[in-house]
C-alpha cells in the first residue's frame, strides 16, 4: 500500500511538471523544436502575457501576421497568438482601444488620427511597419472605356503607366452635365486610401474635398465624392453602380478585372513609390504593461517580413493567405500581385516586383517621416482644422511611432543570427527628402509646413 502511494506521488508530480511547463509556454519543448528547425536559440523574454490576440481585415497586407502564426514564429518566441478578421476598419480601432484586441493590422493613419485629435482620441503606439505599396485605383468597365481614349498608348497598342487623373477628367465632366455626381470609394477617412486617392485626383486639379468640423465626409467643394466602403465590399459596390471607382488593397484591385467588372488604372507604387501601408498597432497601455511581450511581438513579425520578401516563398505565402481564417481570396487572385506581377486590363499582366514588399527597403521599421507625411495630409484636408507649428509634426509622431521598440526587436534577431546586421538601418528616424510622386512635389518631412503650402489644392499655413 505504502509502495502504490509513493508512486502515485510520483505519477502525480510529473503530470504537475507537465502542467506547469505547457503554462510557462513549454519552453523546453519549444526551444528543441526551435533547434531542429533552424539550430538556432531564441533570446529569452520574460513574457508577461503569452496569450494574445490579434485582428486584421481580409487584405494581402495583413500577411505578415499569417506567416509568424503559420511559421510558428510567435511560438518561438513564448506567444500563443489567435488572429481574427474583423469587419471593417472602424472596428479594429475600437476593439484595440477597449482592450478586445490586444494588437492589429491597421491603416498606417489610425493610430496617427487618435494621437492627432481627429476621430476617436486614444494613446496607440506603431512597433512595426507592415509593408509597403499593396493599393490600386480601379475604375469600372463603362468609366475605363471612357478614360482609355485619353491615355497614351505605346507601339503595341497597350496604356502607357503611370496613368494620371487626367483621363478622368473628361469623364467627370460627362457626368456632370448629366446631372450625376461623380462617386469612388475608399476604405476609411484616416487611410492611405483616401490620402493616395486625393493626391492622384488633386495632381491634375481635380477637388476631392475638405473636411471641416460640420462635413466630416469631406465633400465640400468636391468634384469627386468619396465614400467609405470596407475592402472585401468593394468590387461588389462597384458592379452595383452604387461607386464608378475605387482605391483599395489587394486582393480587391485583382478581383475586380477576375470578375471582369473593372479595370486598375493605376498602383500606388506610381503615386509615391514604396510608400508605407499598414502598420501593427498596439495601445500605450499594453506596451507600458507588457514591454518584453511588445518585444517578442516586434520580433516574429519582422522574421516573417524577412520570410515574405524571399521570391521562393510567395507561392506558399499565396496559399496560407487563401485560406478561410486568413484572406479567403483564391490563389490565383492573390498571385497575381504577390509573384511580382499586376493584372491591369484583362490579359494586360505586367512585372511588377515590387508591388508587395514586407522587409525590403526597411519596410518594417517605422520611420518617423512616413507618419508625418499622414499627418500633411490631414492638415492638408483639412481633418486638422487648425494651423500647427512645425515642431508639432515631429513632437505628435514620436508619441506614436515606436522605432526604439523595434530596434531591440530586431538588435536580438541580429544577436540570434536571424537577420543580419546591415538590415538595421543607421537613420534618426527621418528618410532622406524624396520626390518619388507622381507630380514630382518634394516631400522633406523635416518641414512639413513648406510641403503643406506646395500645393494648389489644400490647406495653407504660414
Known amino acids: ?164 487623373a487626367e483621363a478622368l477628367k473628361p469623364v467627370i465632366a460627362e457626368y456632370k452635365n448629366s446631372g450625376k455626381a461623380f462617386k469612388m470609394g475608399m476604405v476609411f477617412p484616416v487611410s492611405t486610401h483616401n490620402y493616395e486617392i486625393r493626391y492622384w485626383l488633386a495632381a491634375v486639379g481635380i477637388h476631392p474635398g475638405m473636411y471641416t468640423a460640420e462635413n466630416v465626409q469631406g465633400q465640400i467643394d468636391a468634384e469627386v465624392l468619396l465614400s467609405v466602403t470596407p475592402p472585401p465590399q468593394m468590387p461588389a459596390t462597384l458592379e452595383s453602380g452604387t461607386i464608378y471607382g475605387y482605391c483599395v488593397g489587394e486582393p480587391w484591385n485583382q478581383q475586380a478585372v477576375f470578375k471582369g467588372i473593372g479595370v486598375p488604372v493605376t498602383t500606388n507604387y506610381d503615386i509615391w513609390k514604396n510608400n508605407p501601408e499598414k502598420v501593427f498597432v498596439m495601445t500605450k497601455k499594453f506596451i507600458e504593461e507588457n514591454p518584453n511581450t511588445a518585444i517578442a511581438v516586434t520580433k516574429a513579425l519582422i522574421r516573417a517580413g524577412k520570410w515574405l520578401d524571399q521570391p521562393e516563398n510567395r507561392a506558399e505565402a499565396v496559399k496560407i493567405l487563401s485560406k478561410p481564417q486568413y484572406v479567403g481570396a483564391p490563389e490565383s487572385v492573390l498571385a497575381n500581385s504577390m509573384t511580382g506581377t499586376f493584372e491591369f486590363e484583362k490579359g494586360d499582366k505586367r512585372q511588377m516586383p515590387d508591388f508587395n514588399v514586407f522587409y525590403k527597403y526597411n519596410a518594417t521599421y517605422p520611420f518617423y517621416s512616413d507618419g508625418i507625411w499622414f499627418l500633411t495630409q490631414m492638415r492638408r484636408w483639412g481633418q486638422i482644422p487648425e494651423t500647427k507649428p512645425a515642431n508639432w509634426y515631429s513632437e505628435t509622431i514620436q508619441k506614436i511611432y515606436r522605432p526604439d521598440i523595434w530596434k531591440k526587436a530586431a538588435d536580438l534577431l541580429v544577436k540570434e543570427g536571424k537577420i543580419p546586421v546591415e538590415d538595421i538601418p543607421q537613420t534618426d528616424g527621418y528618410k532622406p527628402a524624396t520626390t518619388d510622386f507622381i507630380d514630382g512635389k518634394k516631400f522633406d518631412a523635416k518641414d512639413p509646413l513648406g510641403y503643406i503650402n506646395s500645393f494648389s489644392i489644400g490647406n495653407k499655413d504660414k
Not at 482601444?97 to 498606417?108: N, P, R
Not at 482620441?121 to 512597433?127: H, I, N, R, S
Request: hydrophobic share 35%; glycine share 10%; net charge neutral.
Open 1 to 164: 500500500m505504502k509502495k502504490m502511494k509513493t508512486i502515485l506521488k510520483r505519477t502525480i508530480s510529473v503530470i504537475t511538471l507537465a502542467v506547469l511547463l505547457n503554462s510557462c509556454g513549454g519552453k523546453e519543448k519549444k526551444e528543441t523544436k526551435a533547434e531542429t528547425k533552424e539550430e538556432v536559440k531564441t533570446t529569452g523574454l520574460e513574457i508577461e502575457k503569452p496569450q494574445l490576440t490579434f485582428g486584421f481585415i481580409k487584405l494581402t497586407d495583413m500577411a505578415p501576421l499569417a506567416i509568424a502564426k503559420d511559421k510558428g514564429y510567435f511560438e518561438d518566441e513564448g506567444l500563443f497568438v489567435s488572429v481574427e478578421a474583423q469587419s471593417n476598419w472602424k472596428n479594429v480601432l475600437d476593439r484595440v482601444i477597449d482592450g478586445q484586441l490586444d494588437g492589429s493590422h491597421m491603416l498606417a493613419g489610425q493610430p496617427i488620427a487618435a494621437g492627432a485629435g481627429f476621430g476617436r482620441q486614444a494613446e496607440l503606439v506603431t512597433t512595426f511597419s507592415m509593408d509597403l505599396n499593396g493599393n490600386g485605383i480601379t475604375v469600372s468597365n463603362d468609366v475605363w472605356s471612357k478614360m482609355k481614349p485619353n491615355v497614351s498608348k505605346d507601339e503595341d497598342g497597350k496604356p502607357i503607366h503611370p496613368i494620371k
